[in-house]
């Protein structure tokens, strides 16, 4: 009893939420040993979920993504989301979710991405963002003015240039000169001694310049250090390389400054008592030369737990967000099975593998063609040659021994009719002839020869279509495997998801083509190697019998004296 409720429960697990969506995405937010781990929960994050070839269906889902339905690990509760990106024909796309509660200490944080009902409409857009976020720039703008995405009205006088594939979509670039500028908002401040923080991605160039600045509250890069100033406080911490990109963060609060560098903690100092409100226009990029993504200002104090699952969660860390896509009724308990890989392999395959499978499966179409006639072929000649050889050896007479017919698929029987019609041109054998000279003997040996020539055409002919498929087939699937792989990495640059459960399903997906490959060529190579091996021994058969045919001859019907002898071994 109790191994069918284990049974059971798996399949209750992944039910399906609604059967006119026909595929989900699930998104495991592994905050456990194995993941990225957490001390205490985080609640009212946003988490952007990259989709890609490998974990979604793009061609299964609406051209603009607007059947796009996002739910809990409960598989019941509808989440907000937002789509910063959904581009069908890269097949690549990215939403932020706003997750309730994230647990530690779990890999059941679950969450579950629906699309695929063509019926469905768009959901209405809502802002997604931290919670106690008061702006977030996402630069993810058609026009390129950047916007706040957190709801405010707060919008920068005038566009930016973008980096289409940046961090998480576009990103911002700045070259140095340029300063984007955002009015001051009541919305956007902090009173004197109240919480603030800040967190932001920067992929700088060189390492040093403003990344953002609001009245007396400075953020910038200094020799490669992150530095805060505020007032009289100046706080430096962490290191910063050149051309990587960062997580960071500085919050004040609790009568502290701390900065935070890739989710840890860089440097805290004790606030100054007459410490100035942040209140003002806020400025990004001066004198500062390279991308910013994802800058968020919040009127609470963010903890250490916030930051450290800010950058997993916003930075696809492999050990912290994993997905995988499902198909209708599919149950994740019956993944791991045979089926279930198979499926999955054929569901990620790129265009340029299904040309090479379908190359590959025609060479093996023709290779096999090819064995099975050529086997049937050669069984049938050595069948005949054997019954000929038998009665040409026990007749008295060697033209005598009877019609080619008398022995289907022979190949000696067809080259003794084509020596017996050169003697009879030249009446040997008949009442009155005279005897064979060695000059007739030559003749009729070189027209067996060349009849030998042609019979050994027919039985070699296609064999090439087997050494094609053979060196052939391991290449083009290996071209398929490659040409798989580059396109793989090249979309998982493009979303900027570097787990291993992106990369996985495409690159298994292209060694597919390497299979079909090796498919193709293994049994042709055991076929091309049988046969060669048969055709080699009926080929010896048949200049064996041109040699007893001819010496035959010789002795019945040629010239006595050693001339005739020597006519028959001159022709060979």
Known sequence: MAALVLAVLPLTASAWWDAAFKQRTVVTLNTGPQGVTLTEPVSGVAVPVRLHSG?????????????????????????KFSVERFDGANELAVL????????PGTDK???????????????????????????????????????????????????????????????ARFDGNQVLSLPASDRVQAAAGSPYSIGLWAKPVTPAGTLLSQGPLVLALDAGKLVLRLGALRLEGGSIPPGAWAHLGATLGGGKATLYVNGAQAAQADLPAAAPAVAGALQLGQRYNGLLDEVQLATVQRSAEWMAFTRAAQGADAKLVA?????????????????????????????????VIGICGVMLVVAVWVMIAKTVLVLRTARGNAQFLQAFRNAPDVLQVGAPQAFPGSSIARLYAVGVQQLDHRRIGQQGAPPLS???LN???????????????GLNSMMVLLTIAISGGPFLGLLGTVVGVMITFAAIAAAGDVNVNAIAPGIAAALLATVAGLAVAIPALFGYNYLASRIKNISSDMQIFIDEFISRVAEQYGEHGGSNQGGASAGH
């Open 109 to 171: 944080n679950l969450l579950y991405v629906y699309a695929g009902n063509p019926q469905a409409a768009a959901e209405p857009i809502t802002p997604v963002v931290d919670a106690g976020t008061v702006l977030t720039l996402r630069f993810d703008e058609p026009d390129g003015v950047p916007r706040d995405a957190a709801g405010g009205t707060s919008q920068a006088a005038a566009a930016v240039p973008l980096e289409r594939n940046g961090l998480i979509g576009a990103s």
């Open 438 to 440: 060695g000059l007739s």
């Open 443 to 457: 003749a009729v040996v070189a027209s067996v020869n060349a009849d030998l020539v042609r019979e050994n055409q």
């Open 323 to 355: 997905t995988q896509a499902e198909a209708e009724g599919e149950a994740a308990a019956d993944e791991g099975g045979q089926g279930g890989y198979i499926g999955i392999l054929v569901k990620n395959l790129t265009v340029d593998a299904w040309v």
């Open 96 to 103: 932020w979710v706003q997750v309730p509660t994230v647990a």
């Open 55 to 79: 974990n979604f269906d793009f061609v299964g889902a609406k051209p603009d993504g607007s059947d796009l339905r996002v739910l809990g690990g409960d598989d019941k509760t509808p989440l």
